[in-house]
């Protein structure tokens, strides 16, 4: 038999397989656009521009338009894999909330798993993602109450941005997780850490490629092709290099009585399960629970940060009434601190908004039903992935009048007073919402109104000619490329 017949053969088993395996799935899922054998919906997203799809997630954009059509429950196929996406707040929280434990698994995100071994905390399952979760929130929760809280490591942090803006730009949000877990801060000009902060980036950059997205779809044929997802898991490798050997040192220098950080707390709780066969608490767990707090911290905080310092040079009517709050309840000499943000509402109502209109993870990071599951007269079954619209949520012009429009008095009421919103899912919300939101929540105000205590922002055009529209980037919405000078004050 020649190869021709064999490849023949074998893509007609494939496509018979595909046809097969879609047709029986979906009898039990929710109604969606019919997919296409091997390939599902995929050419349906954007017939126009595959990569443009791929690239800037047009699930975001035709979500809408197929939950016009089937409901704010319905199913994609994104290559031969079923997805069920949410839209709407109704059916985002009776998901994420009213049913936390069964949609608690973490969606399929093939590269991701590669490179994360099952181990760590994001993309995770199960006893492992229920241990470290459980570990990092009781350690970080433990390290705001010790000597040296990590208040305090933020507050030093913005003074030391404040500085360096003074001269140049800072990267203070990677400094502040490396006071947690490393216990010491970096300085900007360490090469070491820049290299690392480097491959971080990078690897952002790579992952949102349509390379990636295409491996994601397609793993298993992938795996064997040369490609940027070979530099992606190499750039990982090495980070992970750099946080054991920072691992290696924190044993030999380990104080069980006093611990410093993240990382003496984690091999601390690991001498106290050596008996335990198997226990989650290794070396190799911490380096990929470290490399996961490092990626996840640093990339969204930063991206936060920048997208509200263009936000506030965009409205300076809006930044002179936070430079008014923080001048009338902080004053200008003093440090910011967390006890103020209960006296500052238009401030606090800034932050939200700020978090709401940018939509930092327009589709949420994926989940998963933990077992099969009867959701809205649908089978769900178990390990099928979820996508949470959270811009449905966030952009509801039901609780947001003019949601694409930036305004703080979405959360301000009518006297001023700062107003909450159950529509407000930035972290995402239920069993997977995201483990860091605490210390995410008090770098934004901190960092900020440290900034504006210190610095009038000036922009370089005029204000008016400003684009604040996001730039969907891979699974983030990212802030376009702008200018800015801090003038000290």
Not at 299 to 328: F, G, W
Not at 354 to 372: E, F, K
Request: proline share 7%; aromatic share 10%; glycine share 6%.
């Amino acid at each position: 038999m020649g190869p021709v017949v064999v490849l023949v053969l074998g893509l007609s088993c494939l496509l018979l397989f595909s046809i097969w395996r879609q047709n029986s799935g979906r009898r039990k899922l929710p109604p969606g656009p019919t997919p296409f054998p091997i390939i599902g919906n995929t050419l349906q997203i954007d017939i126009k521009d595959i990569t443009k799809s791929l690239t800037k997630i047009s699930i975001f954009n035709i979500c809408p338009m197929f939950s016009k059509v089937y409901g704010p429950v319905f199913t994609l196929y994104l290559g031969m894999q079923p997805t069920v996406v949410l839209h709407g707040y109704e059916a985002v929280k009776e998901a994420l909330i009213d049913h936390g434990e069964e949609f608690s698994g973490r969606g399929r995100f093939p590269l991701a798993e590669k490179a994360n071994r099952g181990l760590g905390i994001i993309f995770s399952n199960g006893h492992t993602w229920r241990e470290m979760r459980c570990f990092s929130l009781m350690t970080l929760r433990n390290l705001g109450m010790g000597k040296r809280s990590i208040e305090e490591r933020v507050q030093e942090e913005a003074r030391c941005l404040v500085e360096e803006l003074r001269k140049t730009k800072g990267c203070a949000p990677c400094n502040v997780i490396c006071s947690i877990v490393f216990q010491n801060r970096f300085d900007y000009k360490d090469q070491n850490f820049l290299n690392m902060m480097k491959k971080f980036n990078d690897n952002v950059k790579i992952a949102s490629s349509p390379w990636i997205q295409i491996y994601n779809l397609f793993p298993d044929l992938i795996d064997y092709l040369p490609g940027s997802h070979k530099t992606l898991l190499k750039n990982f490798d090495d980070i992970n290099s750099y946080i054991l050997k920072k691992i290696n040192d924190h044993e030999e220098s380990l104080d069980v009585n006093n611990p410093r950080d993240l990382i003496d707390c984690f091999l601390i709780k690991k001498k106290q399960e050596n008996h335990k066969e198997p226990s989650e608490f290794t070396n190799e767990g911490l380096t990929i629970l470290a490399t996961n707090l490092f990626g996840a911290e640093t990339e969204t905080t930063s991206t936060t940060l920048r997208y509200s310092l263009l936000l506030l040079l965009k409205h300076p009517q809006v930044t002179a009434k936070v430079k008014e709050e923080i001048d009338h309840v902080i004053g200008r000499h003093r440090s910011p601190c967390m006890q103020d943000r209960s006296q500052m509402p238009y401030t606090d109502a800034v932050l939200h908004e700020i978090q709401r209109y940018i939509d930092l993870v327009p589709m949420n990071v994926p989940h998963a039903v933990t077992r099969d599951i009867k959701f809205r007269d649908y089978i769900i079954p178990k390990g099928t992935t979820i996508l949470t619209s959270l811009t449905s949520v966030l952009h509801d012009p039901k609780e947001f009048p003019n949601p694409d429009k930036f305004d703080p008095g979405h959360f301000l009421d009518e006297s001023g007073n700062f107003k909450k919103s159950n529509y407000f899912m930035p972290f995402s919300a239920g069993k997977r919402i995201c483990a860091g939101e605490g210390l995410a929540r008090m770098e934004l105000f901190l960092f900020l109104t440290t900034i504006l205590q210190n610095f009038n922002l000036k922009s370089l055009v005029d204000p008016q000619d400003l684009d604040t529209t996001p730039v969907l980037n891979g699974f983030a919405s990212l802030p376009p490329a702008y200018k800015l000078c801090f003038i000290p004050v």
